[in-house]
T-cell receptor, first 110, second 112 residues
Framework: DAKTTQPNSMESNEEEPVHLPCNHSTISGTDYIHWYRQLPSQGPEYVIHGLTSNVNNRMASLAIAEDRKSSTLILHRATLRDAAVYYCILRDDNFNKFYFGSGTKLNVKP | DTEVTQTPKHLVMGMTNKKSLKCEQHMGHRAMYWYKQKAKKPPELMFVYSYEKLSINESVPSRFSPECPNSSLLNLHLHALQPEDSALYLC???????????FGSGTRLTVV
């Protein structure tokens, strides 16, 4: 199974953009890149996903490198409510399963 | 209804007890999942059900027994657990294929 590598923790100031990196050098052509976040005492929450092209939604943007070996989750204006553990996950389209990486704990300072 | 509901939220059980965790969704999702999450660790996949059939068992010990009685309900039967099985147990559901998962808030299990 393909693996992801993320920094253990990052810090951001409130209302500033945050770029959360993820390396997935062993990604295969059928793997989708998913991002989830987990707030304290809650289950993981879907943020965004993509295959090859950059993606935008109301929560965030996903920038995918041309070789697909890395991606970046962009929160355009961090708020205190964005403090969470962010997981970058590869999902094999042939198999109905996710494997979570170790995640990045994002701390947002007021 | 866009939620996955897990009950109970907290459970304390002895090593000789039998208990069950319940997970329910009414989003028409035909794939359901059990994950185990230890403190400060990422969730680990345990079981996957697709169209009410067990499709993936990640070499989980037999003291954990999943059941999917219908397309909306997923159970996890627990028997003769060990203290190291104490964890947050998360249920999730999705459409079959490359779609996002919806997770429940989990059941926090303590084995004494």
């Amino acid at each position: 199974d393909a693996k992801t590598t993320q920094p253990n923790s990052m810090e951001s100031n409130e209302e500033e953009p945050v770029h959360l990196p993820c390396n997935h050098s062993t990604i295969s052509g059928t793997d989708y890149i998913h991002w989830y976040r987990q707030l304290p005492s809650q289950g993981p929450e879907y943020v965004i996903h993509g295959l090859t092209s950059n993606v935008n939604n109301r929560m965030a943007s996903l920038a995918i490198a041309e070789d697909r070996k890395s991606s970046t989750l962009i929160l355009h204006r961090a708020t205190l409510r964005d403090a969470a553990v962010y997981y970058c996950i590869l999902r094999d389209d042939n198999f109905n399963k996710f494997y979570f990486g170790s995640g990045t704990k994002l701390n947002v300072k007021p | 209804d866009t939620e996955v509901t897990q009950t109970p939220k907290h459970l304390v059980m002895g090593m000789t007890n039998k208990k069950s965790l319940k997970c329910e969704q009414h989003m028409g999702h035909r794939a359901m999942y059990w994950y185990k999450q230890k403190a400060k660790k990422p969730p680990e996949l345990m079981f996957v059900y697709s169209y009410e059939k067990l499709s993936i068992n990640e070499s989980v010990p037999s003291r954990f027994s999943p059941e999917c009685p219908n397309s909306s309900l997923l159970n996890l039967h627990l028997h003769a657990l060990q203290p190291e099985d104490s964890a947050l147990y998360l249920c999730a559901s999705s459409q079959v294929g490359s779609y996002g998962y919806t997770f429940g808030s989990g059941t926090r299990l303590t084995v004494v």
